[in-house]
């Protein structure tokens, strides 16, 4: 069965008008359970996981100032949501969907996260909505459980993994793979273990050749036990924060090779979702339920 971590507290509230749009974690899965995608069967809550996780890949300085909103007033202002108590136990218990979610995936094939892909969490701060990295996490624990050795993350958000590439520059075990808009935030980019950089308006057919052309090379030559996939949907053309000119069956295609290909080499995936923003949630709920639907029909 494809399990799906999910709960409540991943909708939080905002000021009216903020960019982010929390509302698509309560219509994703009503969207799913709706169409008959999933069942609520498929979802698990996860809950506040012990602070240890976080010291694999945060410094601990770090995460108590953010545990204990003692930020510096700068270093808040990047991360672009007001913090509360809420928030952290929100962005804690993102990442314990994700820990979990990545044994479902060891069992299953693959498993997912109605939220996270938190990929601009550094290891000593957080920016661009993101303060501590959901996926960076889930590797250390697969690694320090001994359920997997060579991780590949594949990020495929409009935004490049600043802060997973941040985390792992110096970490041979976890390989990290960026593909993003060239002209995108971050301006001042990190270095990933592989980067392609796209440039404004790349369309479905210059985007699914340099995948298609980069991704099974680069298992072949890296040769993962497990993968972790950011599947950002700001990469649409319609996105409001992204630059890319991709439509909805295009962005479909990019998450269907990507599962078919871990399918067929028998690799386990799990699955974040990343950002999307376009002005209508609408198709920010489709592009993401995509990715669910293409799930169940090619691992189960």
Known sequence: MLKIAHHPIYHHPLKEGHRFPMIKYDLLPEQLVYEGTCTLDNFFEPEIPDNKHFFTVHEPDYFFDLLNITLAQKEARKI?????????????????????ASEFAIENGIAMNIAGGTHHAFSNRGEAFCMLNDQAIGAKYL???????KILIIDLDVHQGNGTAEIFKNDLSVFTFSMHGKSNYPFIKETSDLDIALENDTNDDEFLSILTKTLPNL?????????????G???LATDKLGKLGMSLAGCKERDRFVLQT???LNIPIMCSMGGGYSKDVNIVVEAHANTFRLAQEIFF
């Open 219 to 231: 298992i072949e030559s890296e040769q993962p036990d497990f993968i972790y996939y950011l599947c």
């Open 80 to 100: 672009g949501f007001p913090l509360s108590e809420v928030l952290i136990e929100r962005e804690m218990i993102i990442a314990d969907g994700t820990m979990k």
């Open 262 to 264: 871990c399918f067929d």
């Open 143 to 149: 690694q320090h459980k001994g359920l997997a050795s």
């Open 233 to 235: 949907v700001d990469v």
